[in-house]
């Protein structure tokens, strides 16, 4: 199939899901998308943890299983401090072994034992192994505690076999429940342990059989964000999720931290390659918060200790099922500011999934934003994506949103349709990705600009109109470029597209040597 052919292709909207139409564009395994398409509506996966203690935490969990259909019996309430540090020992008597108690009670869990005899050398030891798991996801309310403090007094055989600077018992919940289904003697607490799904290539072989427990969290500044990001999950698994990806790299060439900026740049490159509307800003500083960042579906940067930029406007043009991540050792030190670290301000902008880490966890056991992106594109859940992107557990790293979230999880046919009778404006989206991915294959631009010349929303979306714009431009065609920016104007964009494309319009002014025209934009 040539540029042209794969352009009128996309336009309309074949009878493939959106991951094997990502899969064959881009040269992935189409087993990739069988997996992903075999792990949609499976919510009888998950357990639904809430506070007991605490009304908020229950109404997080109720407003999550109904909406998911998830069963009652899958929702456990416990007892639990309402603080978001939890110690050591509170952890294991009042979380930890009451889900494996309630797991195994409710044959979610089956498990064997496993006798070493004594020797001279040492005692006999017993351990209980998981056999099977009808469980994948924990998912924990707002309400649950975020960390688990540091204890001093804890004294493990073989703790002094760990790096001096990962010695620490100090740990995200979310991480220390993500080994359920390992013998706690089998764990060492006092550093993190590698992720023996780090990098999976099938989704559903990321379950407790296999060494991970996926755990992430419906939390937040508020119960009520924490509810939102259900709905706003759903609405983008119903109607897709769209708009632009933005990534805020530093620039690095060289030194400790360009494993970071190396991530950032391949999460780029693969919505690039998936068609977004991809910027990647390569300078040291932070975008300015006068940025015009609009219609994020995606933003992932660094290296800020506190939110700030765009991001931290009164209104952040979050799309629904948008992910945002910033890379900062502390970004989730606590998720019910919004205003300091970033998880709960970005979460309080309108960012429909994140991660973050509680404490310190060094570059190189911070999740992989290249992988998780490449795995998103997969069809992967928010969830599987999050885990297959970290090199480690039992560590720092919480992650944030419904696990069971797929955004690329619904036939794009069906999204063609059902956009079409709700006259809905995100189908224009959907002609500016098609439009990227024939970019992407080759295909010329002059073919594609006829293309969409004759394309109705070519007249009518501001997105795609922006986008026949841009083609323009990048033919040397300035006075068309310049019309196309004009009819944007008029169709009522947001006020961050407003800015763009008043920005573009005064810089082909001052190109063509018309100062004053440019200063008038």
């Not at 002094?160 to 991480?175: C, F, G, M, Q, T």
Request: charge should be negative.
């Amino acid at each position: 199939m040539n540029g042209l052919d794969r352009m009128r292709w996309l336009m309309k909207m074949p009878m493939l899901s959106w991951m094997v139409m990502l899969c064959a564009l881009m040269s992935l395994s189409v087993t990739h998308a069988e997996d992903a398409v075999a792990s949609l509506g499976r919510e009888t996966s998950a357990l639904v943890i809430y506070n007991a203690d605490m009304p908020a935490s229950k109404k997080v969990a109720e407003h999550y299983s109904q909406l998911r259909g998830i069963p009652q019996q899958h929702l456990l309430g416990l007892s639990l401090s309402q603080e978001e540090s939890i110690s050591r020992e509170d952890f294991k008597t009042s979380l930890y072994e009451p889900i494996f108690a309630y797991l195994k009670k409710n044959d979610f869990f089956d498990t064997e034992y496993e006798i070493i005899p004594a020797t001279r050398e040492r005692p006999g030891i017993v351990y209980e192994n998981l056999k099977t798991s009808t469980i994948r996801y924990l998912v924990l309310c707002y309400g649950i505690p975020l960390k688990i403090s540091e204890d001093p007094t804890l004294e493990e055989r073989g703790a002094e076999s760990v790096r001096i600077e990962l010695r620490k018992n100090r740990a995200a919940v979310d991480h220390e429940l993500a080994w359920m289904g390992r013998d706690p003697k089998r764990v060492l607490l006092s550093g993190p342990f590698e992720n023996p799904l780090y990098h999976a290539t099938r989704s559903m072989d990321i379950k407790p059989e296999n060494g991970v427990m996926m755990v992430a969290r419906l939390d937040g500044p508020s119960p009520e964000i924490a509810m939102r990001l259900v709905d706003q999950a759903m609405e983008a698994e119903r109607e897709g999720l769209w708009g632009r990806a933005y990534f805020d790299s530093r620039g690095l060439q060289t030194g400790p931290y360009l494993q970071g900026d190396q991530w950032i740049r391949g999460a780029a490159e693969w919505a690039r390659k998936a068609g977004f509307e991809t910027i990647l800003d390569d300078q040291p500083e932070l975008m300015e918060s006068g940025y015009p960042m609009s219609d994020i579906a995606f933003y992932f940067g660094w290296y800020a200790e506190n939110a700030q930029g765009p991001l931290t406007r009164e209104s952040v043009p979050f799309m629904p099922g948008a992910i945002a991540y910033h890379l900062h050792s502390y970004s989730a030190a606590t998720l019910r500011s919004t205003e300091r670290h970033w998880v709960g301000p970005l979460l309080h902008a309108g960012a429909t999934a994140t991660m973050g880490c509680v404490d310190e966890p060094y570059l190189g056991a911070t999740p992989e934003l290249d992988v998780f992106m490449e795995k998103i594109l997969m069809g992967f859940s928010f969830g599987e994506a999050a885990y297959a992107a970290q090199r480690v557990l039992s560590w720092q790293t919480t992650v944030v949103g419904d696990p069971l979230y797929h955004p690329l999880g619904k036939p794009i046919q069906w999204l063609q349709e059902e956009l079409t009778q709700a006259r809905s404006p995100k189908l224009g989206w959907l002609r500016v990705l098609a439009t990227n991915q024939a970019l992407q294959q080759g295909t010329e631009r002059a073919t594609l600009i006829q293309l969409l010349e004759k394309e109705t929303l070519s007249q009518t979306h501001p997105a795609v109109c922006e986008k026949l714009a841009d083609l323009y431009l990048s033919v040397n065609r300035t006075e068309e470029a310049k019309a196309s920016y004009e009819r944007a104007l008029l169709l009522k964009p947001s006020r961050d597209q407003q800015n763009r494309l008043l920005l573009n319009l005064a810089q082909l002014e001052q190109q063509a040597g018309n100062w004053k025209g440019a200063l008038d934009r």
